[in-house]
């Protein structure tokens, strides 16, 4: 049974950080490559950043240059370091797994954790 567990979210004011992180148990961690999505009420789960087994990277435009998404092997954990937050980062961020990229949804395992809430705000 795979499970991905996300923590690190909260209210922070416009300009602030967050560093999530995101366990994975229940899969060989270190042969996939690990992502972040977020989703807004009534809008539909959007890519936002993924990392492949070799370090390499991809970001939303949205979201270049503001956020950084890294990984520990050995604590099977993946994190994104948000700075220079914005009102329209709020959201609810969820992480994935998938086999080469997950800025392809339909190569994820279609596993998805509980979610944590980011709120950006005055």
């Known amino acids: 049974q795979v499970q991905l567990v996300e923590s690190g979210g909260g209210m922070v004011q416009p300009g602030g950080s967050l560093r999530l992180s995101c366990t994975v148990s229940?899969?060989?961690?270190?042969?996939?490559?690990v992502g972040w999505y977020r989703q807004t009420p009534g809008e539909q789960r959007e890519f936002v950043a993924d990392?492949?087994?070799?370090?390499?990277?991809t970001y939303q435009d949205s979201v270049k240059g503001r956020f950084t998404i890294s990984r520990d092997n050995a604590k099977n954990t993946a994190y994104l370091q948000m700075n220079s937050l914005k009102p329209e980062d709020t959201a609810v961020y969820y992480c994935?797994?998938?086999?080469?990229?997950?800025?392809?949804?339909?190569?994820?395992?279609?596993?998805w954790g509980q979610g944590t809430q980011v709120t950006v705000s005055s």
């Open positions: 994935v797994v998938a086999i080469q990229t997950t800025q392809d949804v339909t190569d994820t395992t279609g596993d």
């Open positions: 990392i492949t087994t070799r370090g390499q990277t």
């Open positions: 229940g899969l060989v961690f270190r042969v996939f490559a």
